[in-house]
């Protein structure tokens, strides 16, 4: 039914089951406590993801690097026109660095260097996609991103709501953004998100955690995919720190948000799991993500 390790040769033994929750849990709770202890900005502590899902991948998996993107030993060389799709997914991350060197923070330049490296695992992504790739990919729009959207949606519904309220009462507020400028900030996000989370975030848990936890043969794949979706919203707890710190009990506060951040992420991670072992493409679940983070900033832009 999916692409496993176990269809792989020279698949390495797969382990007590039970052992590889306490690894990937280990892992997820490493990034994280280094994420918290060093302060880091946003895309410091996404780039930080990096170097662990590397040593993760190759020290602790045991796996080639290349199977973080694809479930199955990668096929022909990247065709001419894969180069030039590659280049043209590199230019607007490349561009955007250029423009952008000057005033940006050394984190913003290394994500902006992350998009741009993505474009080749993307590239290849590309050549590989087929009509067996179709539904699983349709099947996570009509899930995955179905859901993503609704829950973007709503927060940003609410908050223009409560500002029009506000204007209606005498209280001065911002007006919203137009069609324009949102389709605008969305086309943006896209060409630097589809590239990027072949690098950051959705490589990590999907190519890299998913892909180590269930094997072939499992009693419940459900059970695997729930499990890295709630680590993966546990994950963005760190994100929201710096703005609990001025609360009465910034701890509470923090294991309060994670209830509805693991809930929400469930709810979306388990299509994008089910995708990747499905297709065995990350492109799947990764052009998914991509597509519901450009639809909230887009939604967002004020």
Known sequence: MTADAADLPHAPPAGGQGRRYLVVLGVVLVWMLGGTLLQLPGNAYLIAGVPLLLVFQLFVARRPLTEIWFRKPQGSPLPAWGWIAAAAFMAFPAYS?????????????????????????????????????????????????ALGI???AIPTYLAHHSAAVAGLAGTSH??????????AEFLRSLLLYVPVVFVLEEVFFRGGLDSYLHREGDDNPWLSAAFVSALWGFWHLPFLIPGLRH????????????IPLMSIHCLVGIPLSFAWRKGGLLFLPAVVHAFVDAVRNALQLH
Not at 120 to 142: D, I
């Open 97 to 145: 660095l250029a423009s952008e060197w000057g005033s940006s923070p050394w984190d913003v330049r290394l994500w902006y260097v992350a998009s741009a490296g993505g474009a080749v695992p993307l590239a290849h992504s590309l050549a590989r996609f087929n009509r067996t790739s179709v539904r699983p990919l349709a099947v996570c729009f009509a899930t995955a991103g």
């Open 150 to 152: 609704l829950f973007v």
């Open 174 to 183: 911002t007006p919203s953004a137009g069609f324009r400028p949102r389709f």
């Open 247 to 258: 609360s009465a009990s910034p701890v509470a506060a923090a294991l309060f948000l994670a």
